[in-house]
């Protein structure tokens, strides 16, 4: 009777998928809370938060053979709120990359939506569809406080929140047209 070796190739690479995603996740995690604004960190703890309650729901809803076979609806809630704080996250912040992020967590939320309208797609594609979204999302966060750190360096200042930019800016003023001293009458 012949053996197969599948399974544990399988095993294998999820295991390398994890610790792949782990360790960008951390490095990111690490480098937001470090260097990164608010929103950078906001969203940051709202990520690991969502990984951990994800990893827990996951671990404890249901035996791993029916990992993904139907909607998993307390990943489905963790990814809801995940979703909500990163819209009021790009709602106020003056960064661009929480809207990204915004979006790239709507496709996620579609990946769920995808199985109960096609209930023979295979578990393994659902959770790919849904577990995709996570990279470039992790390392969207990382590029965010980079772009921060960056425009801390050549303003001196970067605001974080639409409410604290200056009034000038707001009626129209560049960055540059700041940094230069008013014109006098």
């Known amino acids: 009777m012949a053996v197969s070796t599948k399974p544990k190739k399988a095993r294998a690479e999820l295991a390398f998928h994890r610790i792949f995603f782990i360790a960008i996740w951390l490095f990111s995690t690490i480098y937001a809370a470090a260097r990164g604004g608010a929103p950078e960190r906001i969203v940051t703890a709202a990520q690991l938060l969502a990984g951990v309650l994800t990893g827990v729901v996951v671990a404890y809803m249901h035996p791993v053979s029916d990992y993904y076979s139907?909607?998993?609806?307390?990943v489905l809630?963790?990814?809801l709120s995940l979703f909500l704080v990163i819209?009021?996250?790009a709602l106020g912040s003056t960064r661009f990359w929480p809207i990204l992020q915004a979006s790239m967590m709507g496709?996620?939320?579609f990946g769920h939506l995808a199985k109960p309208l096609g209930p023979d797609i295979l578990p393994e594609a659902y959770y790919v569809t849904v577990a995709f979204w996570g990279y470039?999302?992790?390392v969207l966060v990382a590029v965010g406080t980079w772009r921060h750190q960056a425009r801390l360096r050549r303003y001196g200042v970067d605001y974080a929140w639409v409410w604290q930019l200056p009034r000038r800016y707001r009626n129209g003023w560049s960055v540059d047209e700041l940094a230069r001293p008013l014109p006098q009458n």
């Open 107 to 109: 496709c996620d939320l």
């Open 136 to 138: 470039p999302m992790v």
């Open 87 to 89: 819209t009021l996250v």
């Open 70 to 74: 139907s909607v998993e609806m307390g």
């Open 77 to 79: 809630l963790t990814d």
